[in-house]
C-alpha cells in the first residue's frame, strides 16, 4: 500500500540557547606536609632497657649528671620479649600461606557462643511474630471499646 500523499509533521522550532560566560575557576593549590628532620647524633643512641644491641660490649662514655645518678638507683624493668602463652582453653591455628598463628577458643567456648546467638535470634523473631498478631487481634477489639466509651460521654 502506497500512501497518497506523505504524512505531514509538526515542525516545532525550539529557541536558541542563551549565551553565558564561561565559568571562572581558581587553579586549585594545595599545602605540602613538611617537617623538619630530627637529628640524633650516633653517639647518643642506645638500645631500650632488657634487649641488647648489635655491639653490647660497647658502652658509649656517660656524662655524670644529677639525672643519671637518679636512674641508676632506681631498677630496671624486665622487658618481656615472649608474648604470653594462651590458656589452655585456647588453641592455635596456622593461617594458610603464612607464618601467622591465630588464637581460636576451644570447642566448648564456640558451641556456646554459638547457641547462645541461635537462641537469641529465634527468640527475637518469635517475639516479633507474637507481638505482630496480637496487635492483628487487639486493635478491633481496642477500637469498638474507644468508640463506646467516646460515645457515652457525648
Known sequence: MQWAEPPVLPLWKLPEAPQLPGPVLEIPRALLPSYKPLVVPPSVLRPPPGIEGINSEEEPPQEETKTNKKEETKPKPKVNIKPPKPPKEVQMVDVPFTDLEVPMPSTEIMTAAATTAVIS??????????????????????????????????
Open 121 to 154: 535470634v529465634v527468640a527475637t523473631l518469635t517475639a516479633t511474630s507474637i507481638f505482630k498478631y496480637l496487635v492483628m487481634v487487639m486493635k478491633p477489639v481496642v477500637k469498638q471499646a474507644w468508640n463506646k466509651i467516646t460515645k457515652k460521654k457525648k
